[in-house]
């Protein structure tokens, strides 16, 4: 027996979706290449077409169209209840649409899918609270995290390859965890945990990344690194955050959507964005 969330109803202006927001391929990156296995022949990695969600009767999603090109950093904003996390959930495959279509690629349906699968086909997410093995070391965490045989049998045979430990290494440079390779997790501060599991999902080397608020709780040395983390991971890999501190998007975002009442309100540059009255109505105010 499957149990639905039950939706908080919040007062908010009913306001119609920008009937050109979300409805084209003119995302940033597209004609880029994305890795080997993934048909982009459109430059498009990520395609959500008329993507609706109910939950007894509440619509979380309702016909939405979204487009993530190749190896861009898409920044989604908009108010508690717009439907950020249902959607991450259709991408992941954690929840099925109730009509609509989800693809990965040109030739990936996310829709029969499974959580698993989709992982193994390349989509990584990283979820609000980090979510690291406190008991295991910073290396231990990044050795389980790897794209391997997951068996009992296989796993108690294991042994790192050459390229694997090079590809930890490289990953801790990055996360710039290195100095901490030994330490175990549960010791790291709330911002290198967040970069550890950042660093989890890299050693997968997922070509879509769905990061939740990367920021919260974070100092400002850290939302600092974040953002040149990022700026740094663009191109080599599509980045999709989900983020409230509009300082830190302001700093990262190229292209940001705006998200309301499961439908996209608003897309383009911060400036356009923010300039727009629906978006300041619902979301940003004055």
Same mark, same amino acid.
């Given at each position: ?17 920008n ?5 084209s ?7 880029q290449s994305a890795?080997e ?5 459109h430059g498009t990695?990520l395609?959500?077409e ?5 939950f007894d009767g %509440?619509k979380a #999603?309702?016909?939405?169209n979204l487009?993530?090109?190749v $190896? ?5 904003i908009g108010p ?5 996390t249902?959607m991450?959930?259709?991408i992941?495959g954690k929840?099925r649409?109730?009509?609509?279509q989800?693809w990965?690629g040109e030739t990936l ?6 959580e698993?699968q989709?992982a193994q086909? $390349?989509?990584?997410r ?5 979510t690291v %093995? ?8 990044l050795?389980?995290?790897q794209?391997?045989d997951?068996?009992v049998?296989?796993?108690l045979?294991?042994?790192?390859s050459?390229?694997?430990h090079?590809?930890i290494?490289?990953? #801790?440079?990055?996360i710039?965890l290195?100095?901490?390779?030994n330490?175990?997790?549960g010791?790291?501060?709330h911002?290198q945990?967040? %970069?550890?599991?950042?660093g989890?999902l890299?050693? =997968?080397d997922? =070509?879509l ?15 600092? %690194?974040t953002?040149?983390l990022?700026?740094t ?11 409230h501190?509009?300082?830190?998007v302001?700093?990262i975002a190229d292209?940001v959507?705006?998200?309301h009442?499961g439908s996209v309100l608003?897309?383009?540059s911060?400036? =356009? ?6 978006v300041?109505e619902?979301y940003l105010g004055r």
């Amino acid at each position: 027996m499957r149990i639905t969330p039950t939706p908080e109803f919040m007062l908010e202006p009913v306001l119609e979706p920008n009937s050109d927001a979300g409805t084209s391929r003119d995302a940033i990156g597209l004609g880029q290449s994305a890795g080997e296995g993934l048909n982009t022949r459109h430059g498009t990695i990520l395609t959500l077409e008329d993507i609706s969600v109910s939950f007894d009767g %509440f619509k979380a #999603l309702n016909n939405l169209n979204l487009y993530i090109g190749v $190896g861009e950093l898409r920044c989604i904003i908009g108010p508690n209840g717009a439907g950020k996390t249902t959607m991450m959930d259709v991408i992941t495959g954690k929840t099925r649409p109730t009509e609509g279509q989800a693809w990965f690629g040109e030739t990936l349906d996310l829709t029969s899918l499974s959580e698993v699968q989709i992982a193994q086909a $390349g989509i990584g997410r990283k979820f609000q609270k980090p979510t690291v %093995f406190e008991a295991l070391t910073v290396f231990e965490n990044l050795e389980l995290a790897q794209k391997t045989d997951k068996s009992v049998w296989a796993s108690l045979r294991a042994k790192l390859s050459g390229e694997q430990h090079d590809r930890i290494a490289s990953v #801790l440079e990055t996360i710039r965890l290195t100095s901490s390779v030994n330490r175990p997790a549960g010791l790291l501060s709330h911002g290198q945990k967040q %970069f550890l599991e950042i660093g989890m999902l890299l050693v =997968q080397d997922p =070509q879509l990344l769905l990061l939740d608020e990367p920021v919260a709780g974070m100092t400002d040395a850290e939302t600092e %690194f974040t953002a040149e983390l990022f700026k740094t991971l663009a191109g080599k890999h599509s980045l999709m955050v989900v983020e409230h501190d509009m300082g830190f998007v302001g700093s990262i975002a190229d292209h940001v959507t705006v998200l309301h009442q499961g439908s996209v309100l608003a897309e383009g540059s911060l400036e =356009q964005v923010q300039a727009d009255e629906r978006v300041i109505e619902v979301y940003l105010g004055r």
